[in-house]
Structure formats: C-alpha cells, structure tokens
C-alpha cells in the first residue's frame, strides 16, 4: 500500500537519518535457517491448544513437521531438548493486526497500513508487510508467532494476510496469502458529533455497499470480463467461500443487520471483528454459523450501566453461549499482551484452557489456518514455544524457546541487546 503523503526531501533525509541512528543502536536478528534434523523435546507438559493436556510428554518434529506427540516418542537420530518442568504450547495466532505494517506510530514514513478511497479490497497487506520490523521479535517473547496484517481506514479497508514472524521478506514471512477482506460496518450511531448521535450518512453509506457488494456478484459470475475490474477481482473469492469477510461492528442490531445484507449479496463466510455487544444475539450467531474476535479484554465497557469487568467476562459468556471466540489485540506494539489478556479472561470464567484455545485453535479456524496451525498434533507445523511457567500469567511467561514450522527462533530484540549493552558499562564501573 503507497503512503498517502509525500515526503519533502528535508523530511526524507531525516527519516533515512533517524533510520541510520536506530539500526547503530541494535544489531539486526538473522532469520532463522530451516529445520536441518529432527528434534525431540522431552519430558514438558504438553498444552496440546484443544483442551488436551500431555504431563510428562515428549514431542518430535522433523523438517518442520509434527510427527510424534504422546509420552513415548522415538528419539533415534533427533537432538534432544530435556524440558523437565517446562511447558511446551503452540505459538500464539494474533488476528486483526497491523504488525509488519507499522513501525513508528508518530512517523509517517513508516506507516503503510491505508489507501485513499473508500472501498479498496485490491490493496494488499502482503507486500507491504516489513520483515524488518523491530516490533516483530518483541513478539515472539511472548509467545506471538503468527499475525493476520490488516489494513485500516475506509469502509472496505483491503485484504489481509497471515504472516509468521520470521523471514527474511514478506515471500519466506507468509503463512497464507489473501485470506480475507476487511469491511467496516456503518455504524447507527455517529463519531463525529459530540457525544455521539444519529449516523445521517448511515442510509446513504449502505447503499454504496450494497451497489458494490452487488456489482461485485454480477462480475464474478462472468469467468471472462470484457473489462478487468480489480476491486471485484480481489472480492472474487466472497461469493465461493474461499475469502473471508471480516466485518468490524459492535452493536447487536449492526452485527444482525451486517450479517443478513451481506448474506443476501451472496458473502459465503462471514467474522464478526470487535463484537461488543455480540453476547445479546448469541442465538443468531450460533444459527448463522458466524464466528467472533473479540477485540482486548483490558478495557472499559462503553455504556455507563454495563458491568465494569463485562470486557473480562465476555470470552466466557460467549463461549459458554455457542459462539466460537478468538481473541485480538487491536495495533501492533500492543499484540504482545494478547497472552496475559487471555489470562485475565481466566480470571473472569475461562478455564486456562478454554482461554488458550481461544488464541491458539480457535484462532486458526476462524483464520482457516487450523490445518497447519493451533494445536500441537501430528501433521501440523511445529510451530510452538517452550516457556518455564504458564505463558498467561506475566509472571511466569517465560519463553525459552521458539520455533516456526521447525525453524529455531533467535529470542532477541533491540531491547534486550541495549539491556545487555548498558548491563556491561554499569557492571564495569562497579569494578
């Protein structure tokens, strides 16, 4: 996605200057190399991501692939890892993200995460995505291996993708290209009058989306246009149900009315993304086969007479409803707490478990990546961490080690090494 602004060279000199001076404070991470043979992790409590818990399990993976998982695995020919007292679970799955597409909130240049217009699902969050990142290791450190980069702004804001989060470009960084179309619902109530009120461009709004949504359908259902039309092609996968839309609303009667219009415009897979008030019209998600990502736990409700702790309790009342629940972290720095937003969820209802499969499994199905990912299972990616404690407690989250599909993941940041750097001067001084 190009950058809205065009930069002076004054402008640009200094963003390549600021860029210069950051890159001499840290060492770059080098991308980790394949999976060269096969390893056994021996002896850990094994969080499988479905409910399943292994105590004393040992798991093999070879060429980046499970192959054995139980408390007896073959170790011929494999390095073994003892991890007695240690916890082994799958790398966590951050959806609704804009991880590889921001860097520096403040700093235009390094924002590319929105286009002009209003409806751009062309725009592709894949080639844009950074590799590059410093934010990206500091992820990993928490236990986050995959993100689904999203674009922002507009009404239909582009197409995702999800990414792991190691690689040398965006080719080696890519887990699934393209798999979903981000729309953000008009909502009934306005954010630019003060204090709130009637949307009065609501009605003209959802006819613009229901013209496209509409013009869409009749050109895919032509195999060869005349004229190629790029806006429908990249919406062409809505109406076979190989692309998902992932609808941003919160009110009940939006996420009703959302999902009925889209349905009826032929839209075949259907997410709800943020789902505040999704607990009211459980029912209708469970009969719509619609699944939810609730946005962060660490907030306040939005209605002065809703209950304080309803952001923490929610995960457990929508999924105790029916409804299938992931769990998102809104941003980039901030996908880091997604774990320890979890465990605040088991406080509030969630079994440690439940809370788990909700950013590890769940998050894969809704993804469609549940396949390869989410849970530790014969056939799937090895892509999991190993932590001294459990990883949602900030206490104890404590990773140790980490792989994507089999590859051993350098555990460092700018953070650590500047940690490192002045640990060494000041311990100097004290001799």
Do not use: C
């Not at 450190?141 to 993708?161: D, H, K, M, Q, R």
């Amino acid at each position: 996605m190009e950058t809205r602004n065009r930069l002076t060279p004054i402008i640009l000199s200094l963003a390549i200057l600021l860029g210069v001076v950051l890159n001499t404070q840290a060492q770059r991470i080098k991308p980790a190399p394949p999976q060269s043979k096969p390893i056994v992790l021996q002896g850990a409590t094994i969080h499988v991501g479905n409910g399943q818990v292994i105590n004393n399990g040992s798991i093999r993976f070879e060429k980046g692939i499970i192959t054995e998982v139980g408390t007896s695995v073959n170790s011929t020919g494999a390095q073994v890892i003892n991890l007695t007292g240690k916890h082994i679970y799958p790398g966590i799955i951050a959806p609704n993200t804009s991880v590889g597409l921001v860097e520096i909130g403040a700093v235009r240049a390094s924002v590319d995460n929105e286009e002009q217009g209003s409806f751009n699902p062309e725009a592709r969050a894949l080639t844009s995505f950074n590799t590059d990142s410093d934010v990206i290791p500091t992820l990993r450190f928490t236990g986050v291996l995959i993100a689904e980069s999203v674009p922002s702004g507009g009404i239909v804001s582009g197409t995702a993708s999800i990414m792991e989060m190691d690689g040398w470009n965006w080719e080696d960084a890519v887990h699934k290209a393209d798999n979903g179309i981000h729309l953000n619902w008009v909502s009934r109530f306005s954010r630019r009058r003060r204090g709130g009120g009637v949307n009065r461009r609501r009605a003209r709004l959802l006819k613009v989306i229901e013209n496209t949504m509409n013009e869409a359908r009749a050109y895919v259902q032509n195999p060869k246009p005349a004229k190629t039309n790029l806006k429908f092609e990249a919406m062409r996968g809505l109406y076979d149900g190989s692309t998902t839309l992932f609808v941003h609303t919160n009110y009940s009667k939006d996420i009703v009315e959302s999902v009925q219009k889209l349905k009826s415009y032929g839209v075949k897979r259907i997410v709800i993304v943020g789902g505040r008030e999704a607990l009211k019209v459980a029912d209708f998600l469970n009969d719509e086969k619609v699944p939810v990502i609730l946005n962060e736990t660490h907030r306040l409700p939005r209605r002065s007479h809703t209950d304080v702790d309803m952001p923490f309790k929610l995960p457990y009342l929508l999924g105790k409803a029916g409804v299938v629940v992931g769990l998102s972290v809104s941003g980039w720095w901030q996908v880091r707490t997604l774990p320890f937003q979890a465990g605040t969820a088991v406080a509030h209802g969630l079994k440690k478990e439940e809370a788990l499969e909700m950013i590890t499994l769940n998050n894969a199905k809704i993804l469609g990546i549940d396949d390869k990912v989410g849970s530790l299972e014969k056939g799937k990616h090895a892509t999991l961490i190993v932590s001294k404690g459990d990883i949602l407690d900030m206490l104890t989250n404590d990773i140790e080690h980490a792989f994507i599909r089999g590859k051993k993941i350098v555990l460092d940041d700018k953070q650590q090494q500047l940690y490192k750097r002045f640990k060494k001067k000041y311990d100097s001084q004290k001799k």
